[in-house]
């Protein structure tokens, strides 16, 4: 029995959300009773964040070693495809997404609030932001998925895009991933593509909830 811990408006609990329906694996995702922080959590994550997966005993922590443990247990179908090469284009998608793209995205998040917004950070956050996404653009090795054929950069990529499109495009005028040329080409893969498609109506309501709560609203 797999369970996994967490909100899926998270975009670390999306990606392996996405993931296990690529490989149409039943996977119940839940927040623990206690929160994230609480002692029962705590002793399966100690860093108490999310995600973790909980499968027959053994807690897995970190979304990325929970994508490839999911793979390992289950290689078909895979998640990291081809050669050698192309597993490294679709690592290194996912990574910089992780390292270089969300660290800029969440500096841009501390503005949201009209009322707390720093305009000069604003602006030099956006042109970070704006910088790192056209250097992912340019790792693309081209289509129609991320790094040819469907993979864990998928499952990275599709959440950060509607997070963005929810929140610091529309909120900073904060430049659209899908503007960008490989990115855009990527999108109309996944909206054309059936599991992909849902889950970006299905995590975008998740994430649109989220800033309500946010907003008091």
């Excluded at 969440?106 to 704006?130: C, I, T």
């Excluded at 975008?204 to 800033?211: E, K, Q, S, T």
Aim: glycine share 10%; aromatic share 8%.
């Amino acid at each position: 029995m797999m369970k996994l811990y967490g909100s899926l408006a998270s975009p670390y609990v999306a990606r392996v959300v996405l993931a296990a329906r690529y490989k149409k694996l039943e996977l119940p995702v839940e927040m623990p009773a206690g929160g994230i922080k609480s002692p029962e959590y705590l002793a399966k994550n100690p860093f108490g964040k999310m995600p973790t997966l909980e499968h027959d005993g053994r807690c897995v922590i970190e979304s990325q070693v929970i994508c490839e443990y999911l793979e390992d247990l289950y290689p078909n179908p895979t998640l990291l495809p081809g050669d050698a090469g192309g597993r490294a284009d679709a690592r290194t998608i996912s990574r910089v997404t992780d390292l270089y793209v969300y660290p800029e995205s969440r500096a841009l998040f501390q503005h949201m609030n009209p009322a707390s917004r720093d305009a000069a950070a604003v602006e030099s956050g956006k042109a970070a932001y704006a910088g790192v996404l056209g250097k992912l653009d340019g790792l693309m090795p081209g289509g129609p998925w991320a790094a040819g054929e469907f993979s864990i950069a998928d499952c990275s990529l599709v959440p950060m895009v509607v997070l963005m499109q929810r929140s610091i495009v529309p909120a900073l005028d904060a430049t659209d991933p899908v503007a960008l040329p490989a990115l855009g080409r990527w999108w109309t893969q996944v909206m054309a593509d059936p599991t992909t498609s849902v889950f970006v109506g299905e995590y975008g309501a998740a994430v649109d909830a989220f800033l309500a709560r946010l907003r008091g609203g």
